[in-house]
């Protein structure tokens, strides 16, 4: 899977992919990852790329040319590409839609947008899924494509050990347990619940299922 990012701080992703499941995904070439930063395609000698919305608004609003000549940078004749536009109003983000980005795409492109949001003539020129990862708004799309590059590269085969242990193919709760039994905190004890030490699988999914409603 490639990764292709268009973003005014390319820096701001060093931090994360430098850690964990990314990171080994990344040195087993499970992943790669690219960086196009619209100031490069502009041709102003101060390489600005921002200007004021027509029709009047508070803040600045990203220019279509230098976005879509990034985004063109990045698609060149490439297949199996999908475009991804981050949006409060978008569709919501999924285990689906990432495991559809898995199964069918190649190359992911991420276009990250800044300040009041990004000239609408660009989704005009490029097809794209307008997608949210939640209900709030977010300073830029940066945070964004890390939580759908951290989501779909642990589906990629070979990045995570096994297949169970994508949380979705399992029953899992959101409460898990570990050593010692028995916790003293304060003159206080707190305990493993009992089913997760009696070896019955069978009560334990139970268990782990009611937990997960």
Do not use: Q
Request: glycine share 8%.
């Amino acid at each position: 899977m490639h990764f292709h990012i268009v973003t005014l701080f390319p820096e701001s992703f060093s931090s994360y992919l430098g850690t964990s499941i990314l990171s080994r995904a990344l040195e087993k070439k499970k992943i790669k990852v690219f960086y196009y930063n619209p100031r490069d395609f502009t041709a102003d000698k101060h390489r600005r790329v921002d200007h004021r919305p027509y029709g009047g608004g508070p803040g600045m609003v990203l220019e279509a040319e230098a976005v879509i000549k990034a985004i063109a940078k990045a698609k060149g004749r490439r297949k199996k590409v999908k475009i991804i536009f981050f949006s409060p109003t978008g569709g919501l983000f999924t285990n689906t839609y990432a495991e559809n980005l898995v199964k069918k795409y190649t190359h992911v492109i991420f276009v990250c947008g800044r300040y009041e949001g990004v000239d609408a003539r660009v989704k005009k020129v490029f097809p794209m899924d307008d997608i949210s990862i939640g209900p709030y708004i977010l300073t830029g799309g940066e945070l964004a494509a890390l939580v759908i590059m951290d989501t779909t590269t642990r589906r990629i085969p070979g990045v995570i050990g096994t297949y169970e242990s994508l949380e979705e193919e399992r029953i899992a709760s959101s409460d898990v347990y570990t050593r010692p039994e028995i916790l003293f905190y304060k003159g206080k004890k707190y305990k493993v619940p009992k089913v997760l030490l009696s070896g019955h699988h069978k009560n334990i999914d139970v268990w782990r299922a009611k937990r997960e409603k």
